[in-house]
């Protein structure tokens, strides 16, 4: 599988340059036949070079990007249609992406197994996003198989903080979250907005509305405190390093608090 994600990431960036070539042109028409030839490359690139590469991924809604893409290319079609398709083709292929990563084999933690990542689309109903958390929650198991112990409770505090934040936008009832007593003020005591919110706040307001337990509140603030010694200054200071059993520990911790804000989507709040 690591075949695909490889021919998967050159689609990506084909699509990418393709979308600044289109961005950069002039006229409201893709009228010179050295760009509608170039934009066919890309669509050819995909079905000839890429495609046979990724095993049994469901291609369909990427075949249909590059399809309509070289149809495009058949007449004098609209930048704004070009630009439309190659932006489909890009997320169809994050969440393709995605999905190849999760089928990937991954190298087995270091005293932990594997796991695959849950469910997110309750959390997150943008496939795009779908497939963000997942390869987050893989590389963030990548990271601890390397040892790389500091930027995996990194990436563990940037997965909490976007469930978290997720479970907010998701709550059929925000005014017990913006009301609650954990919730962050400004000095004239009104909630901040809550793309002001702080990790802390959102554990916090979590607890306080039923989604997580007291115990996953405490220790996932323990988490959050050791993310922050992605600053030089405070791992010098205070002079902690993150060995590997406090990263496998902090990692139990964040997989115990996601579960728990999955487990919450369709409760009151």
Same mark, same amino acid.
């Given at each position: 599988?690591?075949?695909?994600?490889?021919?998967?990431?050159? +689609?990506? @960036?084909?699509?990418?340059? #393709?979308? %600044? $070539?289109? !961005?950069?042109?002039?006229?409201?028409?893709? &009228?010179?036949?050295?760009?509608?030839?170039?934009?066919?490359?890309v669509?050819?690139?995909?079905?000839?070079?890429?495609?046979?590469?990724?095993?049994?991924?469901?291609?369909?809604?990427?075949?249909?990007?590059?399809?309509?893409?070289?149809?495009?290319?058949?007449?004098? +079609?609209? @930048?704004?249609?070009?630009? #439309?398709? %190659? $932006?489909? !083709?890009k997320?169809?292929?994050?969440?393709? &992406?995605?999905?190849?990563?999760?089928?990937?084999p991954?190298?087995?933690?270091?005293?932990?197994?594997?796991?695959a990542?849950?469910a997110?689309?309750?959390?997150?109903?943008d496939?795009?996003?779908?497939?963000?958390?997942?390869?987050?929650?893989?590389?963030?198991?990548?990271?601890?198989?390397?040892s790389?112990n500091?930027?995996?409770t990194?990436?563990?505090?940037?997965?909490?903080?976007?469930?978290?934040?997720?479970?907010?936008?998701?709550?059929?009832?925000?005014?017990?979250?913006?009301?609650?007593?954990?919730?962050?003020?400004?000095?004239?005591?009104k909630?901040?907005?809550?793309a002001?919110?702080?990790?802390?706040?959102?554990?916090?307001?979590?607890?306080?509305?039923?989604?997580i337990?007291?115990?996953?509140?405490?220790?996932?603030?323990?988490?959050?405190?050791?993310?922050?010694?992605?600053?030089?200054?405070?791992?010098?200071?205070?002079?902690?390093?993150?060995?590997?059993?406090?990263?496998?520990?902090?990692?139990e911790?964040?997989?115990?608090?996601?579960?728990?804000?999955?487990?919450?989507?369709?409760?009151?709040?």
């Amino acid at each position: 599988m690591s075949d695909a994600l490889e021919h998967i990431e050159a +689609a990506l @960036r084909e699509v990418e340059k #393709a979308k %600044l $070539a289109v !961005a950069r042109g002039r006229g409201v028409q893709v &009228r010179s036949s050295d760009e509608r030839d170039r934009l066919k490359a890309v669509a050819f690139a995909w079905f000839k070079s890429h495609r046979p590469h990724v095993g049994s991924l469901n291609t369909s809604p990427v075949d249909a990007a590059y399809q309509n893409i070289m149809d495009a290319t058949a007449r004098e +079609a609209a @930048r704004a249609t070009y630009r #439309a398709q %190659l $932006a489909d !083709a890009k997320a169809a292929l994050l969440e393709m &992406r995605g999905r190849a990563a999760v089928a990937a084999p991954a190298k087995a933690v270091a005293g932990a197994a594997h796991e695959a990542p849950p469910a997110f689309a309750g959390l997150a109903g943008d496939p795009t996003m779908q497939a963000i958390l997942e390869r987050r929650w893989l590389e963030v198991q990548q990271c601890l198989a390397a040892s790389v112990n500091l930027a995996a409770t990194v990436m563990m505090g940037g997965l909490l903080e976007s469930m978290l934040l997720a479970r907010i936008n998701v709550a059929p009832q925000k005014g017990p979250i913006f009301t609650a007593k954990a919730a962050p003020r400004d000095k004239a005591g009104k909630t901040l907005p809550l793309a002001d919110w702080k990790l802390i706040a959102m554990v916090e307001v979590a607890h306080e509305v039923g989604w997580i337990t007291k115990s996953a509140k405490d220790v996932g603030n323990v988490l959050r405190e050791y993310r922050n010694y992605i600053h030089p200054h405070k791992e010098h200071a205070e002079g902690i390093s993150i060995s590997n059993e406090d990263a496998r520990l902090f990692w139990e911790v964040c997989k115990a608090v996601c579960r728990q804000l999955l487990a919450s989507v369709g409760k009151l709040p």
